[in-house]
Every structure is written in C-alpha cells, then in structure tokens.
Nanobody
Framework: QVQLVESGGGLVQAGGSLRLSCAAS????????MGWFRQAPGKEREFVAS????????SYADSVKGRFTISRDDAKNTVDLQMNSLKPEDTAVYYC??????????????????WGKGTQVTVSS
C-alpha cells in the first residue's frame, strides 16, 4: 500500500521560507515521477514542481520558478520542496504526488496515481 506523508507546512510572513518534505512508502519509486501540487480555497489543484528519478530532470510552474526548488532522495524515498521568497498567493494546501512508471514531467494532476493528504502553507502579508 502506497503512502505519501507530507510535513513542514505552517505560517510564514511574506518573503520568508519553508521546506516541505514528503515521505513515501509502499513501492519502489525509482521509476516514478514525484511532484508537488497545491490547491487554494475555491481554486483548482495546480502543478507546482516535479522531478524524475534522482532529480535528474525537474519542472516548475512559471509562478514558482526561481523561488522553489524540488529535490528527491531515492535512497530515502523522500521528495522535498524548498520554498523561498514566499508570497501571499502561495497560500494553499500542498500535496505530494506520484506518477508511476514514467520519466515524463507532465503537469496534469489527473495522471498522478498516488497522493498524500496535504499540508497547509499560509503566507501572511
């Protein structure tokens, strides 16, 4: 049974930083894409960042490019999201997700098969 557990969310002032972490278990993730999505109240879930095996290839939403960094440790089955220069519009529930058996860094949340329960990130102005 695949489990994804996010941690590291919280309240931070604009301009601050947070580091999210996702611990994955239940399968070998080395052939999977691991990513982060977010969902603000009243909005659709949106892509944030993703990484292929060993983090060799990464992809970011334009809105976070240059501020967020995704990294994964395949030995530990973890994927982290370092978030710097946070803005109030980054406020959302952040979800860890896995798209299995692929190296394609697609942004469509509907193709990701496994999801965590999310962690709240709130950025105050």
């Amino acid at each position: 049974q695949v489990q994804l557990v996010e941690s590291g969310g919280g309240l931070v002032q604009a301009g601050g930083s947070l580091r999210l972490s996702c611990a994955a278990s239940g399968r070998t993730f080395s052939r999977d894409v691991m990513g982060w999505f977010r969902q603000a109240p009243g909005k659709e879930r949106e892509f944030v960042a993703s990484a292929s095996w060993t983090g060799r290839s990464t992809s970011y939403a334009d809105s976070v490019k240059g501020r967020f960094t995704i990294s994964r440790d395949d030995a530990k089955n973890t994927v982290d999201l370092q978030m710097n220069s946070l803005k109030p519009e980054d406020t959302a529930v952040y979800y860890c997700a896995v798209h299995k058996n692929t190296v394609l860094l697609v942004h469509d949340y509907q193709v990701f098969e496994y999801w965590g329960k999310g962690t709240q990130v709130t950025v105050s102005s």
